[in-house]
């Protein structure tokens, strides 16, 4: 990870962190901002990734594969935005599912990583972790502002994994 | 290419060109010692670090890959391992940004191969050595670029594997760390990445070993090709390589006046077609057995093991003045100029990838204070032909 990355990985961690803290503080107001967020975000990698089809991948083999993925990647934006006026159970719902499924990538991930010798284990963790606290979240989801609580620590479980991964050197296969 | 080829294959190149045994053994030395100069290795010598040839795979991992990052990786690759086949080849309906990495795709016969070999002519030993490397690596490598890109260098899953008889064979490469099995057809490739400038997607990772193997011949599609299928005939490019080394070595020895790319040398090599064929086709890992046993043949003496270690006593033990003038000293100027010039061209073709180009002025000026020891060394050179 080049140190830009490294930073880059960091300053974004710390903001969930202070996200997660935020939510504690204000369970009901926070959702929005989050999904205001998360959308933003959304709609930066969406519209980064298809300017690299159009600038670049277009003329690359296989290289509609960047267009799908900006297209899909816009297309989440706009749905996490259009969350932002329905009821607050609903937006949890849908961060739940995201958690799921970013733990579930982790996972796979890890799974992978121990196919090619790597180390697997962290992100094994952390991917179980996060479908756990989804899990929890469920659980309690009617239960007043404990499924909030429980998603929030999930943040900041998240944003402390990254930065843990941020600092480790990971062996690649790499021909020379 | 592999120690099979830039060792014991030059040494028998420069066999055929006239040199002597002593000489040919610089001269091989020197080309594999591309694929082991290092900065971890000049650091260790307390060489200047800007003549490293290439990178470890550790030293990979730790580059950068912001814009000075990639501009560093560039100029080692392009110069040394992925030479540029043409730095103003055109392509149609593309971007700027594209086309300044498309334009470092390696390939034989390019100007810079003439450059490279020209730079080489009244230089050492070691600069020869180097000049071999680099031009039997436009053979071996063409069609990818010494620079992280994933739009160039990535392949796809269309890869077969095409047989002497004719026939071809699906290649589904692994993504382990278990070595080539090229009896079973097993073989091993990077993981696809993608990022546009990830280290993974810097030279040939995405076809393996492939490109280093001489038996093979197989076909793929590379990310540039538009969907063209591409051939890579290794026997073929491989025998080209010899021989093209041996004319390049014929001219730098002065035996003829003119070093002329998609020429073959066809005189020497022609007395042991077969036996060279029959070397570069064997279906195995690395050929250095039997190039090493065609070399001896030749001499009659013997061709020591490559040993890394050989040359670091004596540049440890010299003077500051008398380091330039040792086996590694002159392998470090020689790397220089190549480096130079090949980052030059870049530039001058108005392509940023490898970096800006800077006249060297008097003084310490950071960065470029170990190309002193090159421009002194050049100018002294100069000096001894205007006297004689």
Known sequence: ?176 | MQEDFHYYATYCAAVLAGYTHEESLEICYSAQFVDICTRTFISRVKGPLNAATTQLQLEMVDADTDAVGLQDITRIWASFHFLPGDLYAEKKHCSKRYLRKYRLICGPNGELVRETVRLAKDSSMQGIGIAMHVLADTWAHRYFAGTPSLVINNTDSYFYEIFPDGSEKKINFRHTTSPDDVEKGLYTSSIFQGSENSIMNLGHGRAGHLPDYSFIKYKYLPAWGGYEETVKDNPSDYNKAFRQMIHAMQYLRGDIGEFRTDYYEGTKAELYRERIDEIIRKRRESAAEDWKEFGESLTGGKIPDFDQEAYIEEYLRAGEDEKKDTFLGRFFISALAQKSMVTHSIFASKNPLAGYSVEYKKGNIPGIRDFKMMVESMKKRKGERANE
Request: glycine content about 10%; hydrophobic content about 55%; overall charge positive.
């Open chain 1, 1 to 176: 990870m080049s140190k830009f990355a490294r930073v880059g990985n960091i300053i974004v961690s710390l903001l969930t962190v202070l996200l997660g803290v935020f939510l504690f503080f204000m369970p009901g107001e926070g959702f929005y901002i989050i999904v205001l967020i998360l959308s933003i975000g959304l709609f930066i990698a969406g519209f980064k990734e298809i300017i690299y089809y159009f600038t670049m991948a277009i003329n690359m083999v296989g290289g509609k594969r960047s267009f799908y993925k900006g297209i899909i990647v816009l297309e989440a934006a706009l749905f996490t935005l259009s969350l932002y006026d329905i009821p607050k159970i609903f937006i949890l719902l849908y961060l739940i599912g995201v958690h799921v499924f970013s733990g579930t990538v982790e996972i796979l991930r890890a799974w992978e990583s121990k196919k090619n010798g790597s180390s697997f284990v962290l992100k094994f963790i952390q991917g179980s972790l996060d479908i756990t606290m989804a899990l929890c979240c469920l659980v309690f989801i009617r239960n007043g502002n404990t499924g909030t609580y429980i998603y929030a620590a999930g943040l900041i479980n998240s944003a402390i994994f990254r930065i843990v991964s941020s600092f480790r050197k990971t062996a690649i296969v790499y021909i020379q």
